[in-house]
């Protein structure tokens, strides 16, 4: 299994341009998640979604668009590229309700954009 | 709004050095705490994942604790080695498997 798979891993943007980052994952996990990463932060999570067809906001959704057509695709999507979007972006799954245990999240390798 | 909170936001230790950092978070609703470590360059590794007060987990040199009804939990690293050199972050989750909220992390640097 490849798990979390995330790309590009790494873009450079100007201000304006759109982008779409991409993750797949293969485990047949309900649940998926968009974070970003910026210095002595932690993770803030921009949008996430329990299921097809299914999305909702999270801390930082703003400048960020969702999709989720599918189980195994969470696309992130950025319309107009602003100086204030650069970070680390990391897409997480987690198997959903139902499970036996506390499981953890597993996350992908991270998308490193810079807009300049 | 929830807020997780870590602290130390960073440590320098010696090789050999024993050392443990705390988590804090709200109690009310409480499901599972997870502790997660982050290299450079890397995506999180999950080390642990609790949700029973007074729960205790080890991996190797690693333990961590858990407290629910006072909101904390501790990780602890024994004999500290260059290698364990990340950022080690902790989230709590409300709710079975939804959101977690992620505490700003504690950089532990080991020096040889």
Known sequence: NAGVTQT??????????????QCAQDMNHNYMYWY?????????????SVGAGITDKGE????????????????????????????VYFCASYPGQGIKRAQPQH?????RLSIL | ILNVEQSPQSLHVQEGDSTNFTCS???SNFYALHWYRWETAKSPEALFVMTLNGDEKKKGRISATLNTKEGYSYLY???SQPEDSA???CASGYNQGGKLIFGQGTELSVKP
């Open chain 1, 8 to 21: 590009p891993k790494f873009r450079i943007l100007k201000i304006g341009q759109s982008m779409t980052l």
């Open chain 1, 36 to 48: 970003r990463q910026d210095p002595g932060m932690g993770l803030k999570l921009i949008y996430y």
């Open chain 1, 60 to 87: 930082v959704p703003n400048g960020y668009n969702v999709s989720r057509s599918t189980t195994e695709d969470f696309p992130l999507r950025l319309e107009l590229a602003a100086p204030s979007q650069t970070s």
């Open chain 1, 107 to 111: 996350f992908g390798d991270g998308t």
């Open chain 2, 25 to 27: 978070f709200p109690s």
């Open chain 2, 77 to 79: 690293i024994k004999g």
């Open chain 2, 87 to 89: 950022t080690y972050l």
